[in-house]
């Protein structure tokens, strides 16, 4: 429980994490260091990657349990409900955790450990990072799991506006449990180039997935056509995917090999390196809850063109991006007003604005809100619990009530194998931080 200096000792659970990159890694990353710094105790549990199992430490004293399951599906582990019970069981008790906090809907990893921390007494966060539909057979299942996931959570936190009302809306939650708390960049890393990069040409860059959601299509259309229009533009590609091979067809098929660079892959510590090469950052996403890469880019200086879809309306000011919609015409209209601005643009000025605007600090501050109210909220007995799952549907209500009454006898049967005082607790022990 929570501690008399009112710290907290939390448990981040996702499959997404280093070193795997992407948004919702960096944002338990950098929410941990800062939470650390706040005083309170973090340890994150993620699936091991590759030969990377077990337990290690990271910047700050990060400590991390690489627990040995393999993903399954796109970086998922294969559920299991009540296999990976015992392990988390174990964690909990030996680093005395207070809350568990898990993170995006797509992990099956979140889903287990808030059921197990839930069915143990204690209390739990969710943080939704993305954005999904009503009418895909997908979709339904997705919001089907999170509404069972979801009947018992203590507080939720969104990373926008609009990904509060479709989490609401998806998984039943009340309004006034759901806190809408943005992501951060980390202003330092992503600096603008010392010198002014000329106009004479211009580089629009794309870091991003290539991938369906994230538009990959739409760049295959929009690229000969700017390129047609500007001579003197050219585009600098970054990321891999499935839709990687559509847009070296198209390089080829229209002799833009001079123009287009496709540069695979790049580690999350070379992404500023190109980004400070480009004077305009293009995301085409079809869906986003919010777009951590745009802030990176804003960070460096650079003029942000974006679909305008999801929560990306709320993440810049009007002068620092130029929106569009999902459609081919529309953002090459949008790319054409962005070079008009791009003489009016400092990107030092850009910079300094994106400092004051976002800061993992804030961001940590915001959440350690949410941590108090939800450890403010009643404990509830089991028959508490379920008739929050028999509201959950006609037959699902009585289908997961079900699993939770087996999820609850199991939890007995471990407390007689393996009792509680037969688990070793870990010191605590403090690390120097390093200055920010």
Not at 171 to 179: A, C, D, M, T, W
Not at 212 to 236: H, M, Q, T, W
Not at 290 to 302: H, K, P, R, T
Request: include cysteine; proline fraction near 5%; charged fraction near 20%.
């Amino acid at each position: 429980m929570e501690n008399q200096n009112g710290k907290h000792k939390i448990l981040m659970v996702s499959d997404f994490f280093y070193p795997n990159f992407g948004g919702v890694e960096n944002h338990i990353y950098y929410l941990s260091q800062c939470l650390l710094k706040l005083g309170h105790k973090v340890v994150v549990m993620t699936h091991a990657y590759g030969k990377r199992s077990g337990v290690r430490y990271m910047t700050n004293g990060l400590k991390v349990y690489y627990i040995p399951w393999k993903p399954f599906l796109m970086q998922c582990t294969l559920p299991t409900f009540c296999g990976t019970f015992p392990i988390i069981r174990t964690i909990l008790i030996r680093e005395k955790i207070s809350l568990v906090h898990g993170h995006q809907a797509f992990s099956t990893l979140c889903h287990e450990a808030l059921i197990h921390a839930r069915t143990m007494g204690y209390k739990v966060v969710f943080t939704d990072h993305s954005l999904y539909g009503f009418a895909d057979v997908g979709s339904i299942h997705m919001n089907k799991v999170l509404q069972f996931t979801l009947a018992d959570v203590s507080q939720a936190i969104c990373v926008s506006h609009t990904s509060k009302e479709n989490t609401v809306l998806r998984s039943g939650l009340p309004p006034e449990k759901v806190f809408a708390i943005p992501n951060a960049v980390d202003t330092p890393m992503f600096k603008p180039a010392s010198e002014r990069l000329k106009n004479d040409q211009i580089v629009i860059v794309v870091i991003s997935r290539l991938v369906y959601r994230k538009g990959a299509d739409l760049l295959v259309e929009i690229i000969p056509e700017v390129c047609r229009e500007y001579s003197n533009v050219r585009f600098v590609i970054g990321g891999d995917g499935p839709k990687r091979v559509r847009l070296e067809e198209m390089r080829e098929k229209h002799s833009l090999q001079d123009r287009v660079e496709m540069l695979g892959a790049v580690p999350h510590a070379q992404v500023r390196s190109v980004l400070i090469s480009g004077h305009i950052f293009l995301n085409c996403s079809l869906t986003e809850a919010f777009c951590i890469a745009i802030l990176e880019a804003a960070s460096c200086g650079l003029l942000t063109v974006s679909t305008s879809v999801g929560g990306v309306p709320e993440v810049l000011p009007d002068d620092m991006i130029v929106l569009a919609e999902p459609d081919p015409g529309d953002v090459v209209q949008a790319i054409r007003k962005a070079i008009t601005v791009l003489p009016k643009i400092d990107p030092q000025v850009m910079h300094l604005r994106m400092k004051n605007l976002y800061s993992w600090h804030d961001v940590a501050k915001r959440t350690e809100t949410v941590y108090d109210r939800a450890m403010e909220c009643s404990d509830q007995s089991l028959m508490e619990r379920l008739s929050r799952y028999l509201s959950c549907g006609a037959w699902a209500g009585k289908l997961f009530c079900l699993v939770m009454i087996v999820e609850y006898l199991f939890w007995c049967l471990l407390k007689v194998l393996q009792p509680a005082e037969d688990i070793e607790e870990v010191p605590d022990v403090s690390f120097t931080s390093s200055s920010a």
